[in-house]
């Protein structure tokens, strides 16, 4: 993994933690150094990341990066395009969730950003016993999608249009 995969990886697991990450742990998951994964956070304050070392390891307070929520549809078998148009555009694929009529709000993590993790997630769900979360609504679903700015992400909805991804409004 390259340096910079690795910075949107700490960014990404920051985000998504609702606790502190030690700088150990964070080395064992990317296999490096204690050293550089400090370099790793030095260079993200640096782009504007609010992050701070605590005694429980690091917790991030606020970041430049843009959300936003897409509404999509499509087939199981188009899951691959619509992830792999997202993060080639620099988009980040936080969660998927789905409104259930009965159960209300489902939501599954999975801080998709790059293509390798797209590819992990698709033949994780093709090997597995169990299927999209998408399949209980019809194949209607969300995403929040982070990226560097609203350029971006108005690039991932003009891309996510194009294809007919974006559901219909009601």
Same mark, same amino acid.
């Given at each position: 993994?390259?340096?910079?995969?690795?910075?949107?990886?700490?960014?990404?697991?920051?985000?998504?933690?609702?606790?502190?990450?030690?700088? +150990?742990?964070?080395?064992?998951?990317?296999?490096?150094?204690?050293?550089?994964?400090?370099?790793?956070?030095?260079?993200?304050?640096?782009?504007?990341?609010?992050?701070? +070392?605590?005694?429980?390891?690091?917790?991030?307070?606020?970041?430049?990066?843009?959300?936003?929520?897409?509404?999509?549809?499509?087939?199981?078998?188009?899951?691959?395009?619509?992830?792999?148009?997202?993060?080639?555009?620099?988009?980040?694929?936080?969660?998927?969730?789905?409104?259930?009529?009965?159960?209300?709000?489902?939501?599954?993590?999975?801080?998709?950003?790059?293509?390798?993790?797209?590819?992990?997630?698709?033949?994780?769900?093709?090997?597995?016993?169990?299927?999209?979360?998408?399949?209980?609504?019809?194949?209607?679903?969300?995403?929040?999608?982070?990226?560097?700015?609203?350029?971006?992400?108005?690039?991932?909805?003009?891309?996510?249009?194009?294809?007919?991804?974006?559901?219909?409004?009601?």
């Amino acid at each position: 993994m390259k340096a910079r995969e690795r910075r949107t990886a700490i960014v990404n697991l920051l985000l998504s933690s609702p606790e502190a990450i030690s700088g +150990s742990k964070l080395s064992e998951e990317f296999g490096v150094s204690r050293q550089i994964i400090v370099q790793d956070i030095t260079v993200l304050k640096g782009l504007g990341y609010d992050i701070l +070392s605590t005694h429980n390891g690091y917790i991030i307070q606020k970041s430049p990066l843009k959300e936003r929520v897409f509404k999509v549809f499509h087939t199981t078998a188009q899951t691959e395009d619509e992830l792999n148009l997202i993060v080639s555009l620099g988009g980040t694929v936080v969660d998927v969730f789905v409104w259930h009529k009965v159960y209300g709000k489902m939501e599954a993590p999975l801080n998709i950003f790059s293509e390798l993790q797209v590819k992990q997630f698709i033949e994780g769900v093709r090997t597995g016993k169990s299927s999209e979360l998408m399949n209980i609504t019809g194949g209607y679903h969300y995403h929040t999608v982070r990226a560097e700015s609203n350029e971006v992400l108005d690039k991932i909805s003009d891309a996510l249009n194009e294809k007919g991804y974006i559901a219909p409004e009601i």
